[in-house]
């Protein structure tokens, strides 16, 4: 790819980023993204023949950020319940860092047609690691299941987007959520 189209098209998923964390997946159109980054729409669909392939580029570095989050709670010294819970505040996070995108991506969670079935899938797996490790531990109940878990904390993760919730409400209610998976 020439140095022109490889600017163009990181310009491109910098200016949707941008405008998917301040507007929400469904109120940003392609011809908005166009005309902000200052590229014709031809240049556009090149790069991202949709808008599914558009919000994937333009996520791509919270995918990194999600996974080392998950494994920054797994290399903490704490106790089980204060990394589980360092995990569920930094899930909370990045699914409200994008509004919308709480429910977009907790209602999406099993559903392989989804658009956002890879971002499902970057949770899905985060969660899991997370669980397992714990589970190996003997921290957690036995019958804790990774993609339930997944649509707790994103439910509380959409109140928060959705709300003007104070960041102590929202941690007192992930504190439940992980109360009722501790073992013991």
């Not at 908005?32 to 949709?50: D, N, S, W």
């Not at 290399?75 to 994008?98: I, K, M, N, Q």
Request: charged fraction near 25%; charge should be negative; hydrophobic fraction near 45%.
């Amino acid at each position: 790819m020439r140095a022109d189209a490889v600017r163009n098209r990181e310009r491109i998923a910098d200016i949707a980023r941008q405008l998917f964390r301040e507007k929400g997946y469904d109120a940003v159109s392609m011809d908005e993204v166009a005309k902000t980054a200052g590229v014709g729409i031809g240049t556009l669909y090149r790069h991202f023949p949709t808008k599914e392939a558009l919000y994937d580029a333009a996520i791509q570095a919270w995918v990194e950020t999600v996974n080392a989050a998950a494994e920054k709670s797994l290399a903490s010294e704490g106790a089980p319940r204060d990394r589980l819970l360092a995990w569920f505040e930094a899930y909370v996070e990045f699914l409200t860092r994008h509004k919308g995108a709480a429910w977009r991506i907790t209602s999406a969670l099993g559903d392989d047609d989804s658009p956002f079935a890879a971002k499902c899938r970057t949770y899905l797996n985060a969660n899991q690691r997370v669980i397992d490790t714990l589970a190996s531990e003997g921290a957690l109940r036995a019958d804790v299941d990774a993609m339930q878990l997944c649509r707790l904390v994103g439910g509380v993760a959409a109140v928060v987007d959705n709300s003007e919730l104070a960041p102590d409400a929202a941690r007192s209610m992930l504190a439940v959520v992980a109360d009722g998976v501790l073992a013991g």
